[in-house]
């Protein structure tokens, strides 16, 4: 008798969802709709300053019409959504919280404080650990880095832009963030380990700005990062989150999402 075969290449069990902030300037539902059109699993919705992602009732309507699952939520955490959902911190992940529950997504993205939110840094871990006990959801806390002006590194985020050095039970990876921190991510997710909870694919070439690349246009080993998923069997979401906000026109962007896809799709696997 034959030894039974072995499948040739060993892909995970990982969503391939498209992250709304992708298809900027257009709107969360043109983010919906290429979604669908591209082939993506999911999306993740980016609450930001488009009056749409702030509104319940509209991401209901965008995941029915286009029959697109919401994975996660990216909790409005950036300097440009300080005042989206008000200016508490903490009001806006349990917004956050409840429509990722109301849409049935599992995840809620969130950055580390800045470090002039003294109040809510202090007490970040714990608090993001007692709203996953309350919610049941995870709370991914994403990899930042340091900013850095006129040659120094300024530390913007507290109690730190690195997850590996805390506690957080989920993490979220992110391929600019680490580029642009020069970080090695294949390093990070292995201390990670079980921890590495969601991943954000893009790309970067290791300067000072958060570029988010189609994966395979920048310097980190975007492919080397996509096998390793599937050699640990990653069962978490990968979610593209690439800058098409310069693209010429329609076309361009499409060209760009479509592009990342088939590139995540392709090395998201590991020999049998």
Request: glycine content about 8%; overall charge negative.
């Amino acid at each position: 008798m034959s030894p039974e075969r072995q499948p040739p290449v060993s892909v995970p069990d990982a969503r391939v969802a498209l992250s709304s902030a992708s298809v900027y300037p257009e709107p969360l539902a043109a983010g919906f709709a290429l979604s669908r059109e591209l082939g993506y699993d999911a999306v993740e919705v980016m609450v930001g300053i488009g009056e749409l992602s702030q509104d319940l009732d509209a991401v209901l309507r965008l995941q029915d019409e286009h029959q697109v699952p919401v994975v996660a939520v990216h909790a409005p955490c950036l300097l440009i959504t300080q005042r989206v959902w008000g200016t508490d911190p903490w009001v806006k992940l349990e917004r956050s919280a409840e429509m990722a529950t109301a849409v049935g997504a599992d995840t809620v993205v969130v950055h580390p404080p800045f470090r002039w939110q003294r109040d809510y840094a202090r007490g970040f871990v714990d608090g993001i650990a007692r709203l996953e006990s309350d919610t049941g959801l995870a709370f991914a806390v994403e990899n930042m880095y340091p900013w850095r002006a006129r040659g120094r590194q300024v530390h913007a985020y507290a109690p730190g832009w690195d997850p590996v050095e805390h506690e957080y039970a989920h993490v979220t990876l992110d391929l600019s963030h680490t580029a642009t921190a020069h970080v090695d991510p294949l390093a990070m997710a292995r201390d990670l380990g079980g921890r590495l909870a969601h991943v954000h694919m893009a790309d970067g070439s290791g300067s000072g700005k958060d570029e988010h690349l189609v994966p395979g246009r920048g310097a980190q080993p975007c492919a080397e990062f996509c096998e390793l998923l599937a050699t640990e069997h990653f069962t978490g979401h990968v979610v593209v989150e690439i800058s098409t906000r310069r693209a010429e026109d329609r076309d361009e962007r499409v060209t760009d999402l479509a592009e990342a896809l088939a590139f995540t799709r392709l090395n998201l696997a590991a020999p049998g």
